[in-house]
């Protein structure tokens, strides 16, 4: 019953994790179908908030209700969610649709950590990871493929969303009949009104980024949504300073190896989701190769990304979190060097180097910054300093990708472009009619690029600032969610 629970929960990460590869792929064509180029950054930015804002409430309802109980509500939400984001006919649909799979994913990928956890002892956790890991290395190789074929399926990229029914139903099946799990707990508090005053104040954020790349800066709209923002942020500090059980547990930000780790940890994952939803966009749109070519790219990335994941214990041993972060950004920056060079007559090897570059970048980065947090606690709040980091990563990269929203979108001036993955407007059209349709999404492109360098010498720096040692000299034992 344990083996057959434990591919029951696997197989509801594969349905988490494929997301990210598969939408990405086909996300040109959605924009270029629903006219929403001036949208693009929401629906990833807003499945991400809601996923990393319900993350820590799936868990402790988990500990009210029992895991079995959730994990079938998680798989319901996030399919329910996909069935609609299938039958959108608008962006605005599909971005409300997109923040209820969010809601979806964020209890399967808090829940799936903690089943495992209660499944395996500390020795045998371990060596579940390598299971864990083959998840993201199968949704990295499988789902550019996946989405590129859905796409061009008769049933159009709706059917990449439809995709999840099957799974959804397959984890379903094997949790929901193997699952026993240990009784529920009755004095575990939820922090209701701090995560919904989390969410307004960061949804009325993005919202605010969002407006100013539309229509300005200093439009009542946006200066409207900014102060909405500062108005939950302040009511969210004083409700949390009050509450006993707060949903932030701001104190960890007063370690200076937590903290210093946490943030360059964001200027990681701008790095990282920067090109999950713009080369996919450059290779389709600039260069003019399919989106499964596209989608590939993003395989460039994620394999040298596991493999220094893989790498990262004996890595530690050897060398400290300040060197290896801060090669990590070095290498980041550099892809993006590569990138922010790249024009309608570069061929695609740049494109794969900056990606590999990048791969092994992050590699370098985000899974020893999380063991440097983890390392950063007792023992005792290690699931606190875990879920902390990733949900100020996942936050710093949701505002990213709306700061980068407003720089890509200014070339367009608050126009909808047209024909921008349509090969066949293209084949129409001569060389000067091609340029000037083009060069608004080259010069948007190269904005966000070279942003994204910014962002990876800011991370640079910081990493500069996280305390010396080895992680074996501090001996930290590798946990299973890093």
Not at 134 to 151: F, Q, R, Y
Not at 175 to 186: A, I
Not at 287 to 302: D, K, Q, W
Not at 452 to 480: D, N
Request: charged fraction near 10%.
């Amino acid at each position: 019953m344990r083996k057959r629970a434990t591919i029951g929960i696997l197989v509801g990460l594969l349905l988490a994790a494929l997301d990210g590869t598969v939408v990405a792929t086909a996300l040109p064509q959605i924009l270029e179908e629903l006219d929403g180029f001036t949208l693009y950054f929401l629906p990833t930015a807003l499945f991400m908030l809601c996923q990393t804002v319900s993350m820590p409430i799936w868990g402790r309802l988990s500990d009210l209700y029992g895991r079995g109980r959730l994990h079938l509500l998680a798989v319901l939400i996030l399919v329910a969610g996909s069935i609609c984001c299938g039958l959108s006919h608008t962006m605005g649909q599909l971005v409300g649709f997109r923040a209820v799979q969010g809601l979806g994913a964020g209890g399967l990928m808090s829940l799936s950590f903690t089943m495992i956890g209660d499944l395996f002892d500390l020795e045998q956790r371990a060596k579940m990871q390598g299971a864990i890991s083959s998840v993201w290395g199968v949704a990295a190789l499988i789902g550019p493929a996946l989405g590129s074929v859905l796409a061009h399926s008769r049933y159009g990229w709706p059917s990449i969303f439809w995709i999840n029914i099957p799974v959804g139903a397959l984890t379903a099946v094997l949790v929901q009949t193997s699952w026993k799990g240990s009784p529920p707990k009755g004095n575990v508090r939820v922090d209701v009104p701090g995560a919904i005053l989390l969410a307004l104040a960061s949804a009325s954020l993005l919202g605010a980024f969002g407006l100013a790349g539309r229509e300005g800066w200093i439009h009542h709209h946006t200066l409207e949504s900014f102060g909405a923002a500062a108005f939950f942020a302040v009511l969210l500090v004083w409700v949390e300073r009050r509450s006993a059980d707060p949903f932030l547990s701001y104190d960890l930000y007063r370690n200076r190896l937590f903290t210093t780790g946490a943030v360059t940890g964001v200027c990681a994952m701008v790095c990282m989701f920067g090109s999950i939803m713009h080369v996919p966009l450059l290779v389709a749109g600039v260069l003019n190769r399919s989106l499964l070519v596209g989608g590939n790219m993003l395989t460039c990335m994620m394999f040298p990304w596991m493999v220094c994941s893989a790498l990262t214990k004996p890595l530690l041993k050897r060398f400290s979190y300040r060197m290896l972060a801060a090669l990590g950004m070095l290498l980041a920056g550099g892809a993006y060097v590569l990138l922010s060079g790249v024009d309608q007559e570069s061929s695609l090897a740049p494109v794969i180097g900056a990606m590999c570059l990048l791969g092994t970048g992050l590699g370098l980065t985000v899974a020893p910054l999380l063991i440097a947090a983890q390392n950063a606690v007792p023992k005792e709040r290690l699931g606190t300093a875990t879920s902390l980091t990733q949900f100020t990563r996942s936050m710093g990269a949701s505002i990213g990708l709306a700061v980068m929203a407003t720089l890509f979108l200014a070339p367009f001036g608050g126009k909808e472009p047209q024909g921008l993955i349509d090969y066949k407007i293209k084949m129409t059209l001569d060389k000067a009619q091609l340029r000037a349709l083009i060069d608004p999404l080259v010069q948007g492109l190269h904005h966000v690029f070279q942003a994204i360098i910014l962002a990876a010498i800011l991370g640079f720096f910081l990493a500069l600032a996280i305390p010396s040692g080895k992680a074996a000299e501090l001996k930290v034992a590798v946990p299973a969610e890093s």
